[in-house]
Every structure is written in C-alpha cells, then in structure tokens.
C-alpha cells in the first residue's frame, strides 16, 4: 500500500526508483540471509573434518583396535569364540553373529585360511589405567616393541602382526606413553568365551597417549606368560588423547 501511494502520487519516474529501490533492498536481504546459511553450514563441515585425526574420535568413542585372537590347539579343533564387550562391536574377519564357530589346526590356521580371529569394539565407559607405563619416542617405537613384545608373551609372528599394524596406524606424535592394561580390567570391558576352554590364555592391551614430550614413568612388572595344552592368544590396543585427562586407576 505504501509503495501504490508512493507510485501514484509521486510521479511515474520517483514511483519506478521506488520500486527499484525496494527491489533491491529485499534482494540483498535475501542474499544476506542464504550466504549466512551458507557460511553455517560450511563452517560446520569444515570443523568436523579438520579434527585433527580419527584417532582423537576413536579416543572419545572408546574403540578397541583390532583385538586379534590365535587360537593353537594341540590338534585340529572345532573351537567356538563368544565376544562379550561393555559397548558394542563394530567390526569383525570372519563375519560374526552371536558366536563364531571355527575349525582350527595345531598350527593356528583357522577354516584354512585365517592366522587369527578379528574385530573392534567400541567401549560404553573409558577404561582403567594403571599408573605404571613406558614414554617412547616416535623414532625407537619399532626398536621398543621387538625388545618388549616378547617380554608379554607374544611369539614371533605375534609380534610381527602387532608391529606391522600400529607402526603404521599409530598417528603422528613427539612420543608416546604406553600403558598395559590389567588383565582383570581386560576381562571385565572385553568379555571373551572360548570352548573348548584354552589352558593357557594370554591378553594383551595397550593403551597409546601421545605426548609433546617425554614423561619419567615406573615401569610395570611383567608376568611371565606360559604356553601350555591349548593356547589363546590376543592382542589390541586404545589410542588415547591428550585433550582430556585420562581415566588413571
């Protein structure tokens, strides 16, 4: 109404500036408006990709990185495997429904084609850390497992799966404080069953924290491990963070 009283009584050439004007006006509203709604949604893009690193959501989500399981029975076995993880498991080599039931040979082979059983899990509540552990730098880790892998009780081959998957998945940092994870601890957050039930069961957790720096730690007493009749082992690993403090029991 404004506009039709302006055009008519102001004179056909003031009334189309008017109307330009207005035009105009609510043109550059709206652009204002869309690229406001642009520049939100861009942003909020942007900051969820540039977290630096999966392995910092990984820590906050509590994710269990492939625990491998070997099975060494003293002759050909058919084994069944139960996991029972505090959270949920989110992914698993081979597929796996409410249990796994395999066929495995004195060697290990697995169904003739698997050195060991795989999967991940993703934890409700973070889990307990002793106070004892190992600073390394990022240069001397490969040099600090091959002298303490062992020492937990891996075998060879254990050993050279387990330096071959964090050595390579491990995200860049100055140094790294390692801490075991108590085997109780182990068997409250990741429950396993396994039938025929092992003689002989070894877990192996690490927990990785980056760190800017090196950190003077006790370093924990190691138990021997013994492998006797029908064998079980498994190791995995938790990559911590240092944007919060983390859970130290």
């Known amino acids: 109404m404004t506009f039709l009283a302006d055009f008519r009584y102001s004179g056909c050439k003031e009334g189309y500036i008017t109307f330009f004007k207005m035009i105009m006006s609510s043109v550059m509203r709206?652009?204002?408006?869309?690229?406001?709604?642009?520049?939100?949604?861009f942003t909020s893009g942007f900051c969820d990709d540039?977290?630096?690193?999966?392995w910092r959501k990984a820590d906050l989500e509590q994710v269990v990185k492939?625990?491998?399981?070997?099975?060494?029975p003293e002759s050909k076995t058919t084994v069944e495997v139960r996991l029972g993880p505090k959270g949920r498991i989110t992914k698993t080599i081979p597929e796996y429904k409410d249990k796994w039931k395999v066929t495995v040979d004195s060697k290990g082979r697995i169904d003739r084609k698997y050195r060991y059983l795989f999967y991940e899990a993703q934890l409700d509540t973070p889990i307990a850390q002793?106070?004892?552990?190992?600073?390394?730098?990022?240069?001397?880790?490969?040099?600090?497992?091959?002298?303490?892998?062992p020492l937990f009780g891996l075998n060879s081959r254990e050993a050279k799966d387990f330096r071959a998957y964090w050595l390579k998945n491990l995200p860049k940092s100055t140094c790294w404080i390692i801490r075991m994870i108590q085997p109780e601890v182990v068997d409250d957050q990741l429950g396993l069953i396994i039938r025929p039930e092992p003689k002989s069961l070894l877990r192996v957790l690490l927990h990785f924290t980056p760190s800017k720096e090196m950190v003077k730690l006790r370093e924990p007493e190691i138990r021997r491990f013994e492998r006797e009749g029908f064998v079980a082992v498994e190791w995995g690993g938790i990559i911590g963070s240092t944007d919060r403090k983390e859970m130290v029991k």
């Open 30 to 41: 709206a652009f204002i408006v869309l690229a406001l709604f642009a520049s939100l949604s």
């Open 50 to 54: 540039t977290v630096p690193g999966s």
């Open 130 to 149: 002793p106070q004892e552990g190992w600073c390394v730098r990022s240069g001397e880790l490969g040099t600090w497992m091959r002298s303490h892998l």
């Open 66 to 72: 492939k625990p491998a399981l070997y099975l060494y």
